[in-house]
């Protein structure tokens, strides 16, 4: 009797004990994402004016916050996603440090994997764009 009310007191226990684990839900990785995507455009503004200058110190920026959101993302589906588009940026990032007025091949397969990495993050969040409408 007793193996039987610790073997459900086990079975009761688990899922808080996961939670404690650091077990995080996807929503709230995504809440972490968003969190940090609103935080870097609203830091971040480029107008007319913006020179290159502006663009290279802006993306530094969104990078240093998003890899600041990236510590706190734990999920096992999200976390991968949300690294591979970190990853993508310091890419473009480093693209912008060329001197060069040449596109290269390089620089079309980095925009494309932020395009593909990005949406993969969007399918797992549900992140929709904003159309302004």
Known sequence: MKRRLVAAALVLVFPFGMAACGA????????????AATTASS??????????????????????????????????KVKPAFKNLIADLE??????????????????????DISTHGQELNDICGFKWDSGK
Request: charged letters at 40%.
């Open 24 to 35: 995080q839900s996807k929503e709230a990785a995504c809440k972490q994402i968003q969190k």
């Open 43 to 76: 830091e971040i503004n480029f107008d007319a004016n913006s020179n290159e200058n502006d663009f290279k110190e802006g993306l530094d920026k969104a990078l240093k916050i998003y890899k600041k959101a990236a510590k706190k993302v734990t999920n096992k």
């Open 91 to 112: 890419k473009f990032r480093d693209l912008a440090d060329k001197d060069s007025s040449d596109v290269s091949t390089e620089d079309f397969q980095v925009l494309q």
